[in-house]
């Protein structure tokens, strides 16, 4: 039987909610992947995009504001054979997290990380988000937004990350197969999710994004992989490129993949280097006890260096 | 049998090898049989500021350290100018010759007010603010001057180089020499430190041998120490003993930001990340190792141990109270989502940046009380190297067994803290696997169905379930039900009642010496060995003592306390804290207050000589109510 990745919650986001295309786009990945739900783990932070976990029915942490990206890379690191995927707000992992977004972008430990982009806080009533533009006013913004816009997908490639992508939540099709990309992907991933909060911005509309989007891919000669065999040079072009398209706002809006490398290791196999057998028997799969439930670890011959004869 | 008892000092400027230097006195005493015990101090510098080593060697092993000393050696001015108060009748004071017209003033890397006070002491004593003055005072307080041209054995010793890079030898090497240590043993600690470079050994050697002549020819030498029998034993800080705990313990997971003095421990995972199985164990497949990862901050360090711990591992972190307060939210979500985890907290001089690098106990009631709302945790502390060990494994294995947040309390003092430890016991603390297994679809992880509040557990990446920092239902997911909210808060202190009635009564407090006395002291942490230490001398003074030795603070031994200290003649609290934390948790928990208190919070060590004359002070007084604050300490 095919496994069900929704689970029967009741869905509490408000009517029109980009948060659902997100969703469904998580489970159609998950099921064209034809992952093993026993595989795939989601944690999320705070806020509505927080919710997400609940529900996908794969094992989920709903964790601290700002803080999934750390809890989700201790899942990932103590078993790398787990699928990890992040699901935040804007404010979640650009302002609370912002450090834990950065800090992954160096680590690239293969998490896929979803950042629900609405501009708005909108559990707590509308507050600005991170990613509003300066002199932006929202309907429930006693005064307009003085704080300048943050860009997710260039300080996602200043941070290391070696895939950065757009999606836009009413383009299903396209965000999943970003998704799927994503989760296929060796080292960490941000995807950049666009989305209406039909409640608290009444400027970015889903109108105003569907006038407005448009997809990279679409051009024939838009290729954003790197891979091990390419040269410094065309890896460092690539790069500019996607650095480029990141910087592209206003009338059009660029989604899709912007870039991906697949010569950066992965933190795993980084950590591999130090930690025997790290990758074959994962941390969460090794054996602490002995037969009779003692400890395997020989003190004498472990911490020799210690000992004066 | 002549009894053996030597406190020594080494200090000098930080970076300028007194590490080394202690490392080989304490190997060179071990290697002719003895044991050494020591504390290292020193300031939030890298390079520069004063440094030093307090030591004690005995044929049994020291539980403390005490002043005045036997030795001091001064690798540098500022040692002199910061010990004057080490010095008592008999110290000797070793130093280099070419010191001795320093003047204070030029001392800089002496704090400010340190220096206004050593200028008032010097000046209050008609001495010179020099070297040679302060030696002069240290001399009337019974000191014995050795004088000694550092440069120019140096120089006769070995050809070109800058001879101050082999001070700190030197300077081990005349304390040796006057000890009677035979100078063979000092060779030999001397090629395990530089181990493989040759020259360096043999230079070090050459300077040694130098040294020991020169305290030959001017007859500086005390009668040869005898030699005892030696035997395998680790040499160990408070820092390696959780470290090896927690190796021990199946440790898999460890992440850390760095921070003083907690960094050493992941440290030390981290050199000892390939683990040497049991023989019997070892297979290809089970060959493992530990993830160590340094994170981007204390936030991230308790949340990555703690996504680990989900997955099955058993994981930990280490800290100090800067990176324990940024720690509380996540505290807070293991206490609401069960998770198992240990947190090492390595207590240092608060609050903020307080004092980085010294002593200090005063996170007890924080650790009581860290992290909003009210969720069950266990915290518990060590009190010597030894326990660091056992304790650490019983960290994980409490974590694990209840599925709830460990406070592990170590205090920087003890993390410091240099030990002899005769065997570590393999089969003393058992070591339960953490099952993982694909439970039934019936299988609910807070399964409100249990006798003890303890859910069965599992884990990410065998079953599918659901956490979440709100109040969750069985399944893990969000509720605001009323009733639901109850029986889960219910649910999860349960739990403490049975960690309670589990956990052996001698993990939670023992009581040393008989059991009635004319004083009870009451303490935790690193003052437990200089307690006992005290004991003896006031039992041989016929006062009948016994200590009241406190482990765990939540769940916390109320009865048995009570019934100790309800019946006790007269009661001394000893901390390394202001308020007296520990009693205020004892009388929270049994109504008694304790109201003679032994504090210290200026982040030095306490020593044996200063508990000892408070107490007298204590016992001396019909008072009921005194604090006597401890003052010691460069």
Request: glycine share 8%; aromatic share 8%; hydrophobic share 35%.
């Amino acid at each position: 039987m095919v496994h069900n990745f929704k689970t029967d919650l009741t869905v509490d986001w408000c009517p029109g909610c980009g948060d659902f295309g997100i969703v469904t786009s998580i489970t159609q990945a998950l099921t064209e992947l034809n992952l093993d739900p026993r595989g795939v783990v989601a944690v999320s932070g705070i806020g509505c995009s927080g919710k997400t976990p609940h529900y996908l029915n794969i094992a989920g942490a709903h964790t601290l504001h700002g803080r999934s990206i750390p809890y989700a890379t201790g899942v990932k690191l103590s078993n790398p054979k787990l699928k990890v995927i992040v699901t935040g707000g804007d404010g979640d992992m650009l302002s609370i997290g912002a450090g834990h977004f950065v800090a992954e972008g160096r680590r690239n430990s293969g998490l896929t990380i979803m950042v629900y982009d609405n501009e708005v806080y909108g559990l707590t009533k509308g507050q600005a988000a991170p990613t509003m533009s300066l002199g932006e006013q929202t309907k429930s913004l006693t005064r307009a937004n003085i704080f300048g816009k943050l860009n997710p997908i260039a300080l996602a490639l200043s941070a290391g990350y070696s895939m950065v992508a757009r999606g836009f939540s009413f383009d299903m099709k396209q965000l999943k197969e970003i998704i799927k990309t994503a989760i296929n992907h060796e080292g960490s991933s941000v995807i950049d999710i666009l989305q209406p909060c039909p409640t608290y911005n009444n400027i970015n509309t889903m109108e105003w994004y569907k006038q407005r989007v448009y997809k990279l891919e679409d051009d024939k000669s838009w290729n954003p992989v790197v891979t091990p065999e390419d040269s410094a040079e065309t890896s460092g072009k690539k790069f500019a490129s996607a650095m480029t398209k990141a910087l592209e706002w206003g009338d059009r809006i660029p989604t899709g993949i912007f870039y991906q490398n697949k010569a950066i290791p992965p933190f795993t196999k980084r950590l591999a280097k130090n930690v025997p057998n790290y990758l074959e028997v994962t941390p969460a799969e090794q054996r602490v006890s002995t037969s009779e439930g003692y400890t395997v670890v020989d003190p004498k011959e472990t911490f020799a260096d210690k000992i004066i004869m | 049998m002549k009894t053996v008892d030597i406190s020594i000092t080494i200090g000098g400027p930080q970076g300028g090898g007194i590490d080394t230097s202690s490392n080989m006195i304490s190997r060179a005493f071990a290697y002719s049989g003895y044991n050494v015990f020591g504390v290292r101090e020193y300031h939030s510098n890298i390079k520069g500021r004063h440094s030093y080593t307090h030591l004690r060697v005995k044929k049994e092993r020291p539980r403390s350290l005490k002043y005045p000393l036997d030795f001091l050696v001064a690798l540098d001015p500022d040692t002199i100018f910061e010990h004057i108060e080490d010095v008592g009748k008999g110290t000797r004071i070793i130093y280099d010759n070419s010191i001795e017209k320093s003047d204070l003033s030029q001392a800089r890397m002496i704090m400010k007010d340190t220096s206004d006070r050593i200028r008032q002491e010097l000046v209050h004593s008609g001495e010179q603010m020099t070297v040679a003055g302060t030696i002069s005072l240290m001399k009337k307080k019974g000191g014995i001057a050795i004088p000694v041209p550092f440069s120019d054995i140096v120089q006769k010793a070995i050809s070109g180089g800058v001879p101050s890079r082999y001070y700190n030898t030197l300077g081990a090497a005349l304390t040796l020499a006057i000890s009677g240590v035979d100078v063979k043993f000092l060779e030999e600690s001397i090629r395990f430190v530089f181990s493989s470079k040759e020259k360096v050994v043999e230079e070090n050697v050459s300077v040694v041998k130098a040294a020991y002549d020169y305290c030959q020819e001017n007859k500086f030498r005390t009668d040869n120490l005898e030699e005892i029998k030696r035997t395998p034993r680790f040499l160990l800080t408070g820092n390696d003993g959780a470290a090896i705990g927690k190796i021990m313990g199946g440790l898999r997971f460890q992440t850390y930001y760095p921070i003083t003095p907690a960094s050493d421990e992941s440290t030390i995972i981290e050199e000892h990340e390939d683990l040497k199985w049991i023989e019997s164990e070892n297979s290809k497949l089970s060959k493992s190792g530990i993830a160590v990862v340094q994170t981007e901050d204390e936030i991230s360090a308790i949340a990555m141990a703690s996504g680990a711990a989900i997955t099955g591992t058993r994981s930990s972190t280490a800290t100090s109270g800067p990176g324990f307060s940024l720690m509380a939210e996540a505290i807070s979500f293991a206490g609401i989502d069960e998770i198992p985890i240990v947190i090492t907290l390595y207590q240092r001089g608060g609050p903020s940046t307080g004092l980085p690098t010294r002593n200090g106990q005063s996170d007890l009631l924080f650790a009581l009380n860290t992290g909003h709302g009210e969720f069950p945790r266990i915290v518990f502390s060590s009190g010597d190297v030894e326990e660091c060990i056992y304790d650490s494994i019983n960290a994980l294995n409490y974590a694990q067994r209840y599925q709830l947040p460990v406070i592990h309390l170590i205090d920087k003092n003890l993390a410091n803290t240099s030990d002899f430890i005769p065997e570590i016991d393999s089969k003393r603390v058992k070591v339960p696997q953490v099952a993982r297994i694909v439970h039934s679809p019936e299988w609910k992880r807070y399964s409100l169905n249990t006798n003890t509040g303890i859910s069965e557990f599992g884990v990410f990446g065998k079953d599918i379930f659901w956490m979440t920092g709100d109040e969750h239902d069985e399944l893990g997911h969000v509720t605001e039900d009323s009733e639901l909210r109850d029986r889960m808060m219910v649910k999860r202190f349960h739990k403490l009642e049975v960690a309670d009635s589990e956990i052996p009564l001698s993990e939670k407090a023992i009581l040393y010496g008989p059991q009635n006395a004319d004083v009870t002291f009451v303490t935790w942490g690193s003052q437990k060995g200089p307690i006992l230490d005290v004991m003896e001398i006031l039992e041989k003074e016929g006062k009948k003592c016994n200590l009241l030795y406190l482990k765990m603070f939540q769940p916390f031994p109320s009865e048995f306390v009570s019934g100790i200290l309800s019946k006790a003649q007269m009661v001394i609290d000893v901390e390394s804290n202001m308020l007296g934390q520990a009693a205020n948790v004892v009388k929270l928990n049994t109504g008694i207050d304790i109201t003679r208190r032994i504090l210290k919070y200026n982040g030095r060590h306490m020593t044996e000589d200063e508990i000892l004359d408070a107490a007298r002070t204590i016992m001396g007084t019909s008072q009921k109510k005194i604090e006597v604050v401890l003052k010691h300490g460069a």
